[in-house]
C-alpha cells in the first residue's frame, strides 16, 4: 500500500514514474497528469506537455510584452529548474561580491550593491541583491544554504510548480529582510542583512505544514520528523532574539522567523486547497536535508 504524491489516495498497485520516480495513482501516473520534472528533458517542440508555468503567456490578449514560456520556448528551461536558477545566482552573487572587495577593494561598493541596510531601505535593489548575496569572507554561510536550497528547493518546486516557487522564494526573501532592518530600525538600532535564510525558511515552513512527518536527516547524519527540525530551529532563534537581540551572534534571526512565518502560512493555505507534500525528502535516490544561517541569514 502507498500514496499517491499528487492526490494522497491509498493505492494497492501504485505506479512509479521512470522520470522522477515519484509514486502516483492512475489518474497521476502520466509524467503530464503530475507536472513531472522530467517532460523538462522531452524533446516537445510542439508543446504536448504544457506544465503551465505561465498560463498567461499562450492567452489571447497577453499583451505585447507576453513571454513564451511553453515547452520549447525560448524560456522553457526554467519551468522546474527554478531551484538551480537561484542556486546559480548564489554562487555568481558571491563571486562579484569577491571580485568587489578583493579585487577592486571597494567595501562601500558593496555595502551599495549587495547589503540591505536600516539606514538605506530606499535602495530597493538590494533588497533582491541581498537573497541572493552571502557572507564573502568565507564559504560556510553560502555553502549551508546551498545545500538547504538544494534538498529542500526541488521538492516543494515539483509540488506547486515553477511559478509559485518563484513567488514564494523571492517574496519572503525580501520581506524577510524588510522585517529584519525595519523592526531593528524601529528599535532605535541599524542593522545590515544578507543571505538567502529568511526564504530557504519559507520553503521549508510550507513543507513542514505540507506533511509534517516528512523525514529528513540533519547534517545527513541526524534522522528527525521535519516538523521536529523546524520547531526547534523556531525555538532556538525566538529564543536567541528575546537573549541577544534581533540579530544575536550576528545572524539575522528576526529575518528567520518571518521567512519561517510566511511558509507555514502559505503551506496552510495550500493544505486547504488539498496540495500535499512528499512522504520522505529524496533526491537522486538519496535521503538527506541540512540546515544551515555584515548580519547574515
Not at 551572534?249 to 507555514?264: D, P, R
Request: with cysteine; proline share 4%; net charge positive.
Amino acid at each position: 500500500m502507498a500514496q499517491c504524491d499528487v492526490c494522497g489516495q491509498d493505492e494497492n498497485m501504485p505506479y512509479q514514474c521512470r522520470m522522477c520516480g515519484g509514486t502516483f495513482c492512475a489518474e497521476h501516473r502520466l509524467p503530464e497528469n503530475h507536472s513531472c520534472p522530467g517532460l523538462n528533458k522531452w524533446n516537445d517542440p510542439k508543446g504536448v506537455f504544457d506544465s503551465g508555468f505561465d498560463d498567461s503567456a499562450n492567452k489571447q490578449g497577453g499583451g505585447r510584452f507576453s513571454v513564451d514560456t511553453s515547452p520549447g520556448g525560448p524560456l522553457s528551461y526554467f519551468r522546474g529548474n527554478m531551484t538551480f536558477v537561484f542556486l546559480t545566482l548564489m554562487v555568481g552573487t558571491f563571486i562579484a561580491e569577491v571580485f568587489v572587495i578583493n579585487v577592486m577593494g571597494d567595501a562601500q561598493l558593496f555595502s551599495e550593491l549587495f547589503v540591505l541596510q536600516s539606514t538605506h531601505i530606499g535602495r530597493v535593489w538590494t533588497w533582491v541583491t541581498s537573497i541572493f548575496a552571502h557572507n564573502p569572507t568565507g564559504f560556510t554561510h553560502i555553502l549551508f544554504n546551498g545545500i538547504a536550497l538544494y534538498f529542500f528547493g526541488p521538492v516543494l518546486e515539483r509540488r506547486i510548480g515553477s511559478k509559485k516557487f518563484t513567488a514564494l522564494f523571492l517574496g519572503s526573501g525580501i520581506l524577510a529582510g524588510l522585517a529584519q532592518v525595519g523592526i531593528v530600525a524601529m528599535m532605535g538600532s541599524t542593522s545590515a542583512v544578507l543571505g538567502a535564510s529568511g526564504a530557504i525558511m519559507a520553503v521549508m515552513g510550507v513543507l513542514t505544514v505540507l506533511n509534517p512527518n516528512m523525514k529528513i536527516l540533519i547534517y545527513f547524519i541526524i534522522p528527525m520528523p521535519l516538523w521536529l527540525a523546524t520547531a526547534l530551529f523556531a525555538v532556538y532563534s525566538g529564543f536567541a532574539s528575546v537573549i541577544g537581540g534581533a540579530g544575536a551572534g550576528g545572524v539575522a534571526q528576526l529575518a528567520h522567523l518571518t521567512g519561517l512565518g510566511i511558509g507555514l502560512l502559505y503551506g496552510a493555505k495550500l493544505k486547504r486547497e488539498g496540495k500535499r507534500g512528499p512522504s520522505e525528502l529524496d533526491i537522486g535516490g538519496r535521503r538527506g536535508g541540512g540546515m544551515g544561517g555584515r548580519r547574515r541569514f
